[in-house]
């Protein structure tokens, strides 16, 4: 984008791992995204860009009203459970010179629907909205993803965040 390379960090750090040596632009294309993200805050990713963030918006509204009427209860899991899941796949890549997440990834899968249509894949995205709807609401972004923990890193940082002070929220979108 406009002469700068561009990579997404989770995929790059797999790369490396992978191939198991440093690849100077993979490290420019982080970079650049890094640098982005840092401005726009780390995980505005996960809103604006990826697109299984609007399916599991979906399903978590499925679950909801599923739990109103109470057919559903939520089963929140580890925050931890996310850096282990993280960990699990860079050594993956490491040990087999493959990078493992890349074939699972709810976001890879959903991009290449969107581009090429559905193929087996797509499977695994529905079995992980169903397991959304039906027992822990919005599970993989906040228990499980490897990609918005590596953003959310980086939005740590980020002069720009969101803030709400509940005690004066009037709730308006309910």
């Not at 780390?42 to 990826?50: I, Q």
């Not at 739990?67 to 899991?77: F, G, M, T, W």
């Amino acid at each position: 984008f406009l002469g700068c390379q561009m990579i997404d960090r989770n995929a790059a750090l797999g790369l490396m791992l992978a191939h198991k040596h440093i690849i100077v632009t993979l490290l420019i294309g982080t970079a650049t995204v890094g640098l982005v993200w840092f401005l726009l805050g780390g995980r505005s990713f996960c809103s604006w860009v990826c697109p299984y963030h609007l399916l599991s918006e979906w399903a978590e509204q499925l679950h909801l009203f599923l739990a109103k009427k109470k057919l559903v209860k939520d089963h929140p899991l580890h925050r931890g459970l996310r850096t282990v899941v993280w960990a699990s796949f860079a050594l993956l890549a490491y040990g087999t010179g493959y990078t493992v997440y890349e074939t699972i990834s709810p976001t890879g899968i959903v991009s290449r629907t969107l581009i090429y249509g559905p193929g087996l894949a797509f499977g695994w995205v529905a079995a992980l909205l169903a397991f959304e709807v039906l027992y822990s609401r919005r599970a993989w972004c906040r228990y499980l993803c490897p990609v918005g923990l590596t953003y959310g890193v980086v939005g740590t940082f980020s002069p720009v965040t969101v803030h709400y002070d509940l005690e004066k929220c009037v709730h308006e979108g309910e």
